[in-house]
């Protein structure tokens, strides 16, 4: 599914500003606040926004940041994460190639960053991990880059495939779905129907 300009320069005006009035964003590109309203809620259907909130700046709340990076047998790799997942001071994890897994951790006070450390020596999986300390911070933007010709890959709502091609569209309690074949529009059908008629 592909973006057209429009919803490539609504994208920009709300990632600069995502308190922008729909009216404001239709002066800005150039169209009917009604196009708006609806680019912006199939973005937003689509997973493509996220959401909107207040970009807080920890360095002026006085937190310290700390990028971790873990090496463990790529087949340990997810059992690994559980273990940061629900913590509140890893802010974002990835997985990376040749079973590495980079944390971003965000911390309150000094002595956690030594709780912290000492706790990554106690999972048995883990093969090697490096710690360091954010001094400062030269650039910091969202990683998403809006640009022309951007495409959209969305999960099939029945069998979860990602689809870098055009889906099929299913439209239901008023909620757009997404397909990747006819066997999975059915499947998904079924399945909703199914659940509708047991609650
Ligand atoms: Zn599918």
Do not use: W
Not at 50 to 63: C, T
Not at 64 to 81: E, F, G
Not at 83 to 106: E, H, K, N, P
Not at 171 to 178: M, P, Q, T, V
Request: with cysteine; aromatic share 6%; proline share 4%.
């Amino acid at each position: 599914m592909s973006l057209d300009d429009n919803d490539v320069n609504i994208l920009t005006a709300l990632q600069a500003n995502g308190r922008l009035s729909y009216r404001q964003i239709s002066e800005r590109v150039g169209v009917s606040v009604p196009t708006v309203s609806s680019k912006v809620n199939t973005m937003e259907n689509q997973g493509v926004i996220r959401g909107y909130r207040a970009s807080l700046d920890p360095e002026r709340l006085g937190e310290m940041s700390t990028v971790v990076a873990i090496k463990a047998r790529p087949a340990d790799l997810s059992r690994v994460s559980e273990y940061f997942i629900d913590d509140a001071v890893v802010r974002q994890l990835f997985f990376l190639s040749c079973g590495r897994l980079l944390l971003m951790c965000t911390f309150t006070r000094v002595h956690e960053i030594n709780e912290f450390a000492s706790r990554l020596s106690t999972i048995p999986e883990l093969l090697e991990y490096d710690v360091a300390n954010v001094i400062a911070v030269g650039k910091e933007e969202d990683r998403a880059v809006v640009a022309p010709g951007l495409q959209v890959v969305m999960p099939c709502s029945q069998c979860g495939r990602q689809m870098r091609e055009e889906p099929l569209k299913l439209r239901k309690n008023g909620k757009e779905f997404y397909l990747c074949s006819p066997t999975c529009l059915s499947a998904f059908n079924s399945k909703d129907s199914s659940a509708r008629s047991v609650t």
